[in-house]
């Protein structure tokens, strides 16, 4: 009887202790760690700084496990129509690219924990029957990736 106390004990301080390594980032604030500097980014500027910054945003999907994504992502950058959007509090990202002492860093399973929305761009990529969408935040440009789809044949 001891024996299983203690069993039951040390697991559920592993599970207390552990949890907090996987649960969602919580992304308070914007602009700490920007990939790009940018005061006021423009759609029309998103694709020229991110060809610029080509290498980075290489190494930011690398790290996040979707290097399949990088070559079409900068395909349908040069020529896609970005959508101005209002990201509310609660929403959340299967990733997000930014830059921390100017190395590319990525988060994994983020939400908006801010107090207001924050200002971006959206993208949506169609991609091996995969509908991808892109998130750039205004003021920082990082990169994320929202959310992904199948899209019916």
């Known amino acids: 009887m001891k024996i299983k106390v203690t069993a039951i004990f040390l697991m559920v301080s592993l599970m207390v202790g552990v949890s907090p390594l996987f649960a969602a980032t919580q992304l308070k604030k914007l602009g700490a760690s920007p990939f790009y500097k940018a005061k006021a980014l423009k759609a029309d500027q998103v694709y020229p700084i991110l060809k610029k910054l080509q290498s980075d945003v290489k190494t ?8 399949n994504l990088f070559q079409p992502f900068m395909k349908a ?11 509310q509090p609660g929403e959340t990202f299967i990733w997000m690219l930014y830059k921390k002492k100017n190395k590319p860093k990525v988060f994994h399973d983020v939400v908006w ?17 995969r509908e991808y969408t892109f ?16 899209v019916p044949k």
């Open 60 to 67: 930011g999907f690398i790290q996040a496990g979707a290097v």
């Open 77 to 87: 950058m040069e020529n896609a129509t970005l959508e101005a959007v209002s990201v």
């Open 113 to 129: 924990a801010g107090k207001s929305p924050f200002q971006a761009y959206r993208m949506v990529m169609r991609h091996d029957q």
């Open 135 to 150: 998130i750039f935040p205004v003021i920082c440009f990082n990169i994320a990736l929202q959310k992904v789809a199948d």
